[in-house]
């Protein structure tokens, strides 16, 4: 599947990491990695807060490898990973141990599925790959059951995100791919909240995620180029960067 975005944010490479989705130490994925486990962490406590858990459809957009999904699948739920990219969900395939998760090649602007199916929809560093943002987040209200959840993951336009997420990234990771990201794609918490609400999602939760810097493994990994396995991510007091949110279905 071919993507097409007016400015340059380069989705091709989610199709040639092969095995590298997990492997790779070099390159942005790894941080990629790191982020997801602090993000399903995350997300599986706060299912667990609110009482879902049982017999309930989860929906992953944008689900590349399979970093929630499959990990959502050992904790037995049961889940759907859409994805644009045919060899990104092989690699997802592959790594699903339970072999659950109904892993399918989609696009987000319309996904193949019937109105209000899922009791949670997630996009995790997703939104800001797509040219047109609102319309995923139209497909989600449609697609999720009333009071059911929308859990996403993006970053914030300003020059901090520019200048940590953009450039830090490609000055102090050794292979970061020429646009990865793109500035003009990331999305103001305001806007997020605007989208949400548009679509009849009332946003109840919003949190910044950024790595932990008082750590021997964030400068390891700084001075090599390479990320260092205890690289962690973890909340903090503001939205300046990366950002995690909850919104409810109307
Ligand atoms: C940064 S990766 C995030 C993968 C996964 N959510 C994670 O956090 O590990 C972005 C993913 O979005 C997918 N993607 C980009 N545009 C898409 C579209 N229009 N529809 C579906 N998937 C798309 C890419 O193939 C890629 O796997």
Redesign the pocket.
């Given at each position: 599947m071919g993507?097409e975005n007016k400015f340059p944010v380069n989705?091709e490479i989610?199709h040639q990491y092969g095995e590298r989705w997990y492997t790779a130490k070099d390159d942005p994925v790894a941080l990629?990695r790191a982020e997801?486990r602090a993000r399903n962490r995350w997300i599986i406590s706060e299912m667990t807060r609110r009482n879902l858990a049982g017999d309930i459809r989860i929906l992953d957009?944008?689900?590349?490898?399979g970093?929630?999904a499959n990990e959502l699948a050992l904790h037995g739920y049961k889940i759907t990973g859409?994805?644009?990219?045919k060899p990104?969900l092989d690699v997802a395939r592959g790594h699903d141990s339970t072999g659950t998760v109904d892993y399918c090649c989609?696009?987000?602007?319309t996904m193949a599925f019937e109105d209000r199916i899922f009791d949670v929809v997630c996009a995790?560093?997703?939104l800001e790959?797509?040219e047109y943002p609102e319309r995923v987040v139209r497909e989600v209200s449609r697609v999720l059951k009333s009071g059911g959840l929308f859990f996403f993951y993006t970053f914030n336009r300003n020059f901090l995100a520019w200048l940590v997420v953009i450039k830090g990234v490609e000055w102090f990771i050794r292979n970061t791919p020429a646009d990865m990201h793109c500035l003009q794609y990331f999305i103001k918490p305001a806007e997020m909240r605007r989208m949400c609400g548009e679509s009849g999602l009332n946003m109840l939760l919003c949190r910044g995620l950024a790595p932990k810097i008082f750590r021997l493994a964030f400068w390891k990994t700084l001075a090599t180029g390479i990320v260092d396995d205890r690289f962690t991510f973890d909340f903090t007091w503001h939205t300046m960067m990366g950002y995690l949110g909850v919104a409810a279905r109307e």
């Open positions: 993507f989705n989610y990629l997801a957009i944008g689900c590349g490898a970093f929630l859409v994805d644009a990219s990104a989609g696009n987000a602007y995790m560093d997703f790959h797509v």
